[in-house]
C-alpha cells in the first residue's frame, strides 16, 4: 500500500507564501509514474477540492480560486511534489492532501493513494 506523507503546512499571515511538499513511503512508488499527481484541499463540514494537479508529461491544471498564486511541481530524482503557495489569504485555509491521480479528472473519485494532510492556516 502506497502511503503519501505532505509536509510545509504552518502558519502564514496575509499575503504570504508557503511550500508543501509530498513524498511517498512505504513500497516504491514513483511520482512520475502514475498518470498524475494532486493537491487537494479541505475545511471542516466541506468536501474535499481540487486545488492542482500535474501529469505525467509534466502538463497542470489549477483551480481557477489559486490560477496565477499557486504553482505545482515535481522533482523526480527527489521523487517529490510540491505546490508552492504565494499571495495566500484567509480563504486558503484548509488541510492540504496530495494523491495519485488515476485517471483524467479531477474529481476525489479519479484520485487515490491520499495522504493524511498538512494543516495550512492564513491569518488576516
Known amino acids: 500500500q502506497v502511503q503519501l506523507v505532505e509536509s510545509g503546512g504552518g502558519l502564514v499571515q496575509a499575503g504570504g507564501s508557503l511550500t508543501l511538499s509530498c513524498a511517498p513511503s512505504?513500497?516504491?512508488?514513483?511520482?512520475?509514474?502514475?498518470?498524475?499527481m494532486g493537491w487537494f484541499r479541505q475545511t471542516p463540514g466541506k468536501e474535499r477540492e481540487f486545488v492542482a494537479a500535474?501529469?505525467?508529461?509534466?502538463?497542470?491544471t489549477y483551480a481557477e480560486s489559486v490560477k496565477g498564486r499557486f504553482t505545482i511541481s515535481r522533482d523526480n530524482a527527489k521523487n517529490t511534489l510540491y505546490l508552492q503557495m504565494n499571495s495566500l489569504r484567509p480563504e486558503d485555509t484548509a488541510k492540504y492532501y496530495c494523491?495519485?491521480?488515476?485517471?483524467?479528472?479531477?474529481?476525489?473519485?479519479?484520485?487515490?493513494?491520499w495522504g493524511q494532510g498538512t494543516q495550512v492556516t492564513v491569518s488576516s
Open positions: 494523491a495519485a491521480q488515476r485517471r483524467s479528472g479531477y474529481r476525489e473519485a479519479d484520485f487515490g493513494s
Open positions: 512505504g513500497r516504491t512508488f514513483s511520482v512520475s509514474s502514475v498518470y498524475g
Open positions: 500535474i501529469t505525467w508529461n509534466g502538463g497542470s
